[in-house]
Protein backbone atom coordinates (compact mmCIF):
# COMPACT_ATOMS: atom_id res chain seq x y z
CA UNK A 1 0.00 0.00 0.00
CA UNK A 2 3.07 2.17 0.57
CA UNK A 3 3.63 3.36 -3.28
CA UNK A 4 -0.17 3.83 -3.52
CA UNK A 5 -0.27 5.73 -0.39
CA UNK A 6 3.12 7.88 -1.62
CA UNK A 7 1.06 8.71 -5.36
CA UNK A 8 -1.95 9.42 -3.18
CA UNK A 9 0.09 12.02 -1.40
CA UNK A 10 2.24 13.59 -4.22
CA UNK A 11 -1.38 13.92 -6.35
CA UNK A 12 -2.86 15.69 -3.78
CA UNK A 13 0.24 18.10 -3.02
CA UNK A 14 0.26 18.69 -7.30
CA UNK A 15 -3.23 19.48 -7.36
CA UNK A 16 -3.10 21.69 -4.67
CA UNK A 17 -0.11 23.30 -5.35
CA UNK A 18 -1.51 24.98 -8.17
CA UNK A 19 -3.33 27.37 -6.42
CA UNK A 20 -4.11 31.58 -7.40
CA UNK A 21 -6.00 33.82 -5.56
CA UNK A 22 -8.70 33.94 -7.96
CA UNK A 23 -8.81 29.82 -7.75
CA UNK A 24 -9.00 30.08 -4.00
CA UNK A 25 -12.16 32.43 -4.25
CA UNK A 26 -13.88 29.86 -6.86
CA UNK A 27 -12.91 26.85 -4.99
CA UNK A 28 -14.35 28.02 -2.23
CA UNK A 29 -17.97 29.03 -3.76
CA UNK A 30 -18.09 25.95 -5.86
CA UNK A 31 -17.37 23.86 -2.56
CA UNK A 32 -20.17 25.34 -1.10
CA UNK A 33 -23.76 24.06 -1.11
CA UNK A 34 -25.85 26.77 -1.83
CA UNK A 35 -23.73 28.14 -4.83
CA UNK A 36 -25.36 25.59 -7.17
CA UNK A 37 -28.86 26.72 -6.05
CA UNK A 38 -29.82 28.14 -9.86
CA UNK A 39 -28.50 24.82 -11.37
CA UNK A 40 -30.93 22.91 -9.04
CA UNK A 41 -33.53 25.06 -9.59
CA UNK A 42 -33.42 23.98 -13.36
CA UNK A 43 -32.81 20.73 -12.60
CA UNK A 44 -36.08 20.43 -10.80
CA UNK A 45 -37.94 22.82 -13.25
CA UNK A 46 -36.80 20.03 -15.96
CA UNK A 47 -37.88 16.99 -13.60
CA UNK A 48 -41.58 18.32 -13.44
CA UNK A 49 -41.30 19.09 -17.19
CA UNK A 50 -40.67 15.98 -17.57
CA UNK A 51 -42.01 13.31 -14.81
CA UNK A 52 -45.39 15.98 -14.15
CA UNK A 53 -46.83 14.85 -10.91
CA UNK A 54 -44.15 12.02 -10.63
CA UNK A 55 -42.04 15.15 -9.85
CA UNK A 56 -42.26 14.50 -6.43
CA UNK A 57 -41.51 10.86 -6.67
CA UNK A 58 -38.29 12.16 -8.07
CA UNK A 59 -37.50 14.69 -5.53
CA UNK A 60 -37.85 11.99 -3.22
CA UNK A 61 -36.07 9.78 -4.21
CA UNK A 62 -33.17 12.19 -5.10
CA UNK A 63 -33.82 13.39 -0.84
CA UNK A 64 -33.01 9.45 -0.43
CA UNK A 65 -30.16 9.50 -2.56
CA UNK A 66 -28.50 12.28 -0.40
CA UNK A 67 -28.87 10.70 2.94
CA UNK A 68 -28.16 7.14 1.86
CA UNK A 69 -24.72 8.29 0.30
CA UNK A 70 -23.80 10.86 3.18
CA UNK A 71 -24.75 8.17 5.93
CA UNK A 72 -22.93 5.54 3.77
CA UNK A 73 -19.75 7.67 3.28
CA UNK A 74 -19.63 8.66 6.88
CA UNK A 75 -21.09 5.47 8.83
CA UNK A 76 -19.32 2.87 6.84
CA UNK A 77 -16.22 4.57 5.90
CA UNK A 78 -14.76 8.04 7.49
CA UNK A 79 -15.92 6.45 10.67
CA UNK A 80 -14.02 2.64 10.10
CA UNK A 81 -11.26 3.62 8.16
CA UNK A 82 -10.09 6.71 9.97
CA UNK A 83 -8.16 7.91 7.20
CA UNK A 84 -6.74 11.43 8.10
CA UNK A 85 -7.57 14.28 5.81
CA UNK A 86 -4.30 16.13 3.77
CA UNK A 87 -4.86 19.13 6.33
CA UNK A 88 -4.89 16.42 9.10
CA UNK A 89 -1.84 14.27 7.92
CA UNK A 90 1.75 14.40 10.12
CA UNK A 91 4.02 14.98 7.45
CA UNK A 92 2.10 16.58 4.72
CA UNK A 93 -0.10 18.91 6.74
CA UNK A 94 2.24 22.06 6.48
CA UNK A 95 2.79 21.64 2.58
CA UNK A 96 -0.98 21.62 1.82
CA UNK A 97 -2.07 25.26 0.69
CA UNK A 98 -5.02 26.18 3.01
CA UNK A 99 -7.54 28.75 1.80
CA UNK A 100 -9.25 30.68 4.77
CA UNK A 101 -7.62 28.58 6.81
CA UNK A 102 -9.95 25.69 5.84
CA UNK A 103 -9.21 22.06 7.27
CA UNK A 104 -12.22 20.09 7.02
CA UNK A 105 -13.14 17.48 9.46
CA UNK A 106 -10.52 14.67 11.08
CA UNK A 107 -11.16 11.69 8.45
CA UNK A 108 -11.42 11.50 4.83
CA UNK A 109 -11.97 8.44 3.52
CA UNK A 110 -14.20 8.31 1.45
CA UNK A 111 -14.89 12.00 0.15
CA UNK A 112 -18.59 12.75 0.81
CA UNK A 113 -18.72 15.54 -1.41
CA UNK A 114 -17.80 13.01 -3.93
CA UNK A 115 -19.99 10.16 -2.84
CA UNK A 116 -22.96 12.79 -2.32
CA UNK A 117 -22.47 13.99 -6.35
CA UNK A 118 -22.10 10.90 -8.08
CA UNK A 119 -24.89 9.26 -6.59
CA UNK A 120 -27.62 12.31 -7.59
CA UNK A 121 -25.28 12.18 -11.05
CA UNK A 122 -25.89 8.69 -11.49
CA UNK A 123 -30.00 8.57 -10.15
CA UNK A 124 -30.61 11.30 -12.98
CA UNK A 125 -28.27 10.57 -15.69
CA UNK A 126 -30.12 7.06 -15.74
CA UNK A 127 -33.79 8.53 -15.20
CA UNK A 128 -32.98 10.71 -18.24
CA UNK A 129 -30.98 8.64 -20.34
CA UNK A 130 -33.22 9.06 -23.21
CA UNK A 131 -33.90 13.03 -22.77
CA UNK A 132 -32.23 16.11 -22.58
CA UNK A 133 -28.41 14.85 -23.48
CA UNK A 134 -27.93 18.82 -21.75
CA UNK A 135 -28.85 17.54 -18.33
CA UNK A 136 -25.67 14.83 -18.41
CA UNK A 137 -23.62 16.71 -19.82
CA UNK A 138 -24.08 19.46 -16.61
CA UNK A 139 -24.70 16.96 -14.30
CA UNK A 140 -20.72 15.17 -15.54
CA UNK A 141 -19.43 19.00 -15.61
CA UNK A 142 -20.74 20.07 -11.98
CA UNK A 143 -19.82 16.98 -10.36
CA UNK A 144 -15.85 17.56 -11.52
CA UNK A 145 -16.01 20.72 -10.65
CA UNK A 146 -16.72 19.63 -7.30
CA UNK A 147 -14.46 16.89 -6.86
CA UNK A 148 -11.07 18.90 -8.27
CA UNK A 149 -12.61 21.68 -5.98
CA UNK A 150 -12.35 19.36 -2.17
CA UNK A 151 -8.65 18.16 -3.59
CA UNK A 152 -8.13 21.82 -4.75
CA UNK A 153 -8.56 23.10 -1.53
CA UNK A 154 -6.24 20.07 -0.07
CA UNK A 155 -8.73 18.52 2.54
CA UNK A 156 -9.09 14.98 0.14
CA UNK A 157 -6.54 12.86 -1.47
CA UNK A 158 -7.22 11.51 -5.49
CA UNK A 159 -8.05 7.80 -3.45
CA UNK A 160 -10.86 9.54 -1.02
CA UNK A 161 -12.63 10.97 -4.50
CA UNK A 162 -11.98 7.79 -6.21
CA UNK A 163 -13.53 5.83 -3.84
CA UNK A 164 -16.37 8.26 -2.91
CA UNK A 165 -17.11 8.19 -7.04
CA UNK A 166 -17.35 4.53 -7.04
CA UNK A 167 -19.34 3.74 -3.94
CA UNK A 168 -22.00 6.97 -5.06
CA UNK A 169 -21.97 5.57 -8.72
CA UNK A 170 -23.21 2.52 -7.08
CA UNK A 171 -25.63 4.00 -4.52
CA UNK A 172 -27.23 5.80 -7.35
CA UNK A 173 -27.88 3.35 -9.58
CA UNK A 174 -29.01 1.17 -6.98
CA UNK A 175 -31.50 3.54 -5.73
CA UNK A 176 -32.49 4.15 -9.88
CA UNK A 177 -33.48 0.57 -9.94
CA UNK A 178 -35.89 1.30 -7.08
CA UNK A 179 -37.10 4.36 -8.41
CA UNK A 180 -38.30 2.89 -11.66
CA UNK A 181 -40.02 0.04 -9.49
CA UNK A 182 -42.01 2.68 -7.46
CA UNK A 183 -42.97 4.68 -10.90
CA UNK A 184 -43.75 1.64 -12.51
CA UNK A 185 -46.00 0.23 -9.75
CA UNK A 186 -47.46 3.03 -9.43
CA UNK A 187 -48.39 4.06 -12.92
CA UNK A 188 -49.83 0.12 -13.21
CA UNK A 189 -52.13 1.06 -10.19
CA UNK A 190 -52.73 3.68 -11.46
CA UNK A 191 -53.78 2.32 -14.77
CA UNK A 192 -56.17 -0.55 -13.19
CA UNK A 193 -58.02 2.23 -11.30
CA UNK A 194 -59.43 3.65 -14.38
Known amino acids: MSPIIHLDQELLLFINGHHSPFFDKFMVLVSARFYWSPFYAILIYFIFKEKKWYGFLTLLFIALTITASDQISVHLFKN ?6 PTHQPGIENLVHLVN ?3 GGLYGFISSHATNVFSILALLTHIFRHKYKWI ?15 MYLGVHYP ?15 GLFYLYRFTENWLQNRKMSSV
Open 136 to 150: HWSLWIWALIIIYSR
Open 159 to 173: GDILGGVIVGYLIGT
Open 80 to 85: VFHRLR
Open 101 to 103: NYR
